[in-house]
T-cell receptor
Framework: DGGITQSPKYLFRKEGQNVTLSCEQN?????MYWYRQDPGQGLRLIYY???????QKGDIAEGYSVSREKKESFPLTVTSAQKNPTAFYLC??????????FGPGTRLTVT | AQKITQTQPGMFVQEKEAVTLDCTYD???????LFWYKQPSSGEMIFLIY????DEQNATEGRYSLNFQKARKSANLVISASQLGDSAMYFC????????????WGAGTKLIIKP
C-alpha cells in the first residue's frame, strides 16, 4: 500500500539527548515536510524539502535538523538545543501545488 | 502576508444534521489553493477537500462540500448528514505564492457530534 510511515508512534527521551524521528514515503512525491503540533494548536512547519539533497527551514527550525539523502526518506533530529521538544510531530509529503498527505505522527515526550 | 482564520474553536452538532465550519483567508495572490483536513483523536491528518482559486464550481467530495465565496475570502466546509465518526478537529489551510507555496494553517475547529 502507498503511504507515509513514521516511527515510532511514541518516543520518550531524557533531556539533553538528541533523538531522530523517522519518516518514509512510497508515494514517489518530490516534496516532504515536518510539522510540530502542540496540544490544542494548529500545525507549525519545521523543515521542508522539495528535492533530494536540498531542504529549507520553516517557521520553527531552531533546535531541529534534517537530511534528505533519498527521495523516500526525510528523518528529523530533535537536538538538545530545542528548548521545549515535547510535542506531536507530523511528517507529510506532496507533489506540486496540491494536497499534502500525512503520516500517523510521533508523540515525543522529553523529561 | 497570508493568513487563515477559523473563528469557531468548538462546535456541538446533533447527529444527522448538516454542519458548516467557517474559514476566512487573507492573501494578495491571484492564484491559490484552499484545503480542509480532519484530525481524529488518533492524530493523523486526513485530507478532505481542495478548492482552487480559479475553480468556478464549489468542490464536493461525498458528504463534504466547500462553500467558496471568493469576494468574501471565505472557504467554509459543509458536512451533510453528520455522523458520530465526524467528531474531530478540522483544519483549513491555504497555499499560495506569498508563502513560497507552503501550506498556511488555521488554528482548527473541534467538532463534536451528539447522538
Amino acid at each position: 500500500d502507498g503511504g507515509i510511515t513514521q516511527s515510532p508512534k511514541y518516543l520518550f527521551r531524557k533531556e539533553g539527548q538528541n533523538v531522530t524521528l523517522s519518516c518514509e514515503q512510497n508515494l514517489n512525491h518530490d516534496a516532504m515536510y515536518w510539522y510540530r503540533q502542540d496540544p490544542g494548536q494548529g500545525l507549525r512547519l519545521i523543515y521542508y524539502s522539495q528535492i533530494v539533497n536540498d531542504f529549507q527551514k520553516g517557521d520553527i527550525a531552531e533546535g531541529y535538523s534534517v537530511s534528505r539523502e533519498k527521495k523516500e526518506s526525510f528523518p528529523l533530529t530533535v537536538t538538545s538545543a530545542q528548548k521545549n521538544p515535547t510535542a506531536f510531530y507530523l511528517c507529510a509529503s506532496g507533489q506540486g501545488l496540491y494536497e499534502q498527505y500525512f503520516g500517523p505522527g510521533t508523540r515525543l515526550t522529553v523529561t | 502576508a497570508q493568513k487563515i482564520t477559523q473563528t469557531q474553536p468548538g462546535m456541538f452538532v446533533q447527529e444527522k444534521e448538516a454542519v458548516t465550519l467557517d474559514c476566512t483567508y487573507d492573501t494578495s495572490d491571484q492564484s491559490y489553493g484552499l484545503f480542509w483536513y480532519k484530525q481524529p483523536s488518533s492524530g493523523e491528518m486526513i485530507f478532505l477537500i481542495y478548492q482552487g482559486s480559479y475553480d468556478e464550481q464549489n468542490a464536493t467530495e461525498g458528504r463534504y462540500s466547500l462553500n467558496f465565496q471568493k469576494a468574501r475570502k471565505s472557504a467554509n466546509l459543509v458536512i451533510s448528514a453528520s455522523q458520530l465518526g465526524d467528531s474531530a478537529m478540522y483544519f483549513c489551510a491555504m497555499r499560495g505564492m506569498d508563502s513560497n507555496y507552503q501550506l498556511i494553517w488555521g488554528a482548527g475547529t473541534k467538532l463534536i457530534i451528539k447522538p
